[in-house]
């Protein structure tokens, strides 16, 4: 499953892809840093809560 994400809401410049089965992430850019990991942790978290993976999310801090 692959995501957007950015620091920017109206204008994502980012992307990961998501495996489902190990639920781990990986990031197109190659740039494992804070704003990836607080995606990839807040999707993982969203998962764990609901049972499924998300069309969307948001993270505000």
């Known amino acids: 499953m692959e995501y957007e994400f950015g620091d920017d809401p109206e204008r994502f410049e980012r992307r990961l892809t998501m495996d489902k089965a190990s639920c781990t992430s990986t990031v197109q850019d190659g740039q494992v840093d804070y704003t990836f990991l607080k995606a990839s942790r807040k999707l993982n978290a969203l998962y ?4 499924e993976w998300p069309e969307r999310g948001m993270s505000v801090s």
Request: charge should be neutral; hydrophobic fraction near 0%; avoid cysteine.
């Open 48 to 51: 764990t809560e609901r049972g």
